[in-house]
Nanobody, 124 residues
């Protein structure tokens, strides 16, 4: 499956931003989907994950209460809605997917498919 992320940009601290990821080339509903982020010089960090049907989600502690992941299987798209953004949320955000993952959280090596990343910059 191919993943393409959209929607990054510049936002002020406290603001909101949504990113989306369109999938093609596979049966989208068969994939656990998620988002990771990466700051230069640091490892990729799990942000959020969502089950194949969308009924279960999981979040990094840093994202809980501020970010929402959801998916539209009819549109082959997964979204990450971010509120209350902080400068430390600045990163490249990657859409990820895996057909065989159990649960809704995994390490970066457990997700087989990665999008190209979209930059989110939060100014203070």
């Amino acid at each position: 499956v191919q993943l393409q992320a959209f929607g990054g940009g510049l936002v002020q601290a406290g603001g909101s931003l949504s990113v989306s990821c369109a999938a093609s080339g596979g049966t989208f509903r068969n994939y656990v989907m998620g988002w990771f982020r990466q700051v230069p010089g640091k490892e990729r960090e799990f942000v959020a994950g969502i089950s194949r049907g969308g009924g279960s989600t999981d979040y990094a502690d840093s994202a809980k209460g501020r970010f929402t992941i959801y998916r539209d299987n009819a549109k082959n798209t997964v979204y990450l809605q971010m509120h209350g953004l902080r400068p430390e949320d600045t990163a490249v955000y990657y859409c990820v997917g895996d057909k065989f993952l159990r649960g809704t959280r995994g390490s970066s090596s457990e997700f087989e498919y990665w999008g190209q990343g979209t930059l989110v910059t939060v100014s203070s």
